[in-house]
Each structure stands twice: as C-alpha cells, then as structure tokens.
C-alpha cells in the first residue's frame, strides 16, 4: 500500500510560519485532487485546504484562509501547505490525503493518507 510521507511540522510561536510538505510517490499523482487535513485531540478531523489534480482551484476552510496556502508540484509528486500567522488553535496533527473525486472540497471524499506531522502553536 501507497503511503503517503508528511513533514515540516513542529513547535512555533504564535504569528509564526510553517511549511508542510506531502511526498505522494503514486503513479498517478497528477491525476487526484489532494487535501491538508487536520486533528486536534479531542476535536473531529477538518479538512483545511484542497486543491485540484492541476492545481487551478483550491479549498480553504474559513478557519484558515487568507492564512494558509496550499500548492503542489506534479513533477515532484509533492503537496505543500504554507501556513502563516499561526494561531494556537492551530495545534494538530496535519495530515496530507487524496482523494479520487472531483468533489475535492468534501472531507468525505478522502481515502488515502499518511502518517501525519505534528504541529504545535505557542501563546
């Protein structure tokens, strides 16, 4: 089974920056929408952003837009999820997901990820 490789988490101040990276070595990368999602304990999992197989549309949730962007490299097999101004209440594992539909907006959708990469915001 595929996996797909989460990294660039870790421990930030408040109003910091991160990268996120997703290494999806699939053959057919360029042909799946793909989605950041995140989980914090005790709280469901949200799907934060999305973007399309060719990257001309993206998805944010209202929590995070104008905040974080998502883009992807098809020739590098690689999903990034930049994410600026963090807030504490951004504390979560994030993980990378794809999904075979068209509907890449829906959390549903999603059936492949990874491991996940833990990210910690400071007050």
């Known amino acids: 089974q595929v996996q797909l490789v989460e990294s660039g988490g870790g421990l930030v101040q408040g109003g910091g920056s991160l990268r996120l990276s997703c290494a999806a070595p699939l053959r057919t990368f360029s042909s799946y929408p793909m989605g950041w999602f995140r989980q914090a304990p005790g709280k469901e999992r949200e799907l934060v952003a999305a973007i399309t197989k060719s990257g001309d549309s993206t998805y944010y949730a209202d929590s995070v837009k104008g905040r974080f962007t998502i883009s992807r490299d098809n020739a590098k097999k690689m999903v990034y999820l930049q994410m600026n101004s963090l807030k504490p209440e951004d504390t979560a594992v994030y993980y990378c997901?794809?999904?075979?539909?068209?509907?890449?907006?829906?959390?549903?959708?999603?059936?492949?990820w990874g491991q996940g990469t833990q990210v910690t915001v400071s007050s």
């Open positions: 997901e794809r999904t075979r539909s068209t509907s890449y907006y829906k959390s549903t959708v999603y059936d492949l």
